[in-house]
Nanobody, 118 residues
Framework: QVQLVESGGGLVQAGDSLRLSCVASGTILGRNAMGWYRQAPGKQRELVARIFSYGSTNYADSVKGRFTISRGDARNTVYLQMNSLKPEDTAVYYC????????????WGQGTLVTVSS
């Protein structure tokens, strides 16, 4: 069973920075990508950033130039460096890993709350 544990959320002011961390454990075969999603109150969950097994990344337009996704050397850890935070970045941030044959499986963390005050 794959488990993801996030950390690093909190309350910050607009313009501040935060770094989220996610550690994956368990048997992970056919790792495709790890990423961060977020869900604001009353809104659907959306992709924030993702890093693929071969190293390429993609970002939501709303965070390009402000957020950076990276992974640890052991490849079971993924980070999200968030700079120049805005109130609209307020959401619960979820770590995700996509794995299995043809990326057929997903696992999610429990979420970490990021609140940005104006």
């Amino acid at each position: 069973q794959v488990q993801l544990v996030e950390s690093g959320g909190g309350l910050v002011q607009a313009g501040d920075s935060l770094r989220l961390s996610c550690v994956a454990s368990g048997t992970i075969l056919g790792r495709n990508a790890m990423g961060w999603y977020r869900q604001a109150p009353g809104k659907q969950r959306e992709l924030v950033a993702r890093i693929f097994s071969y190293g390429s990344t993609n970002y939501a337009d709303s965070v390009k130039g402000r957020f950076t996704i990276s992974r640890g050397d052991a490849r079971n850890t993924v980070y999200l460096q968030m700079n120049s935070l805005k109130p609209e970045d307020t959401a619960v941030y979820y770590c995700n890993i996509n794995y299995g044959a043809l990326g057929s499986l997903d696992a999610w963390g429990q979420g970490t709350l990021v609140t940005v005050s104006s």
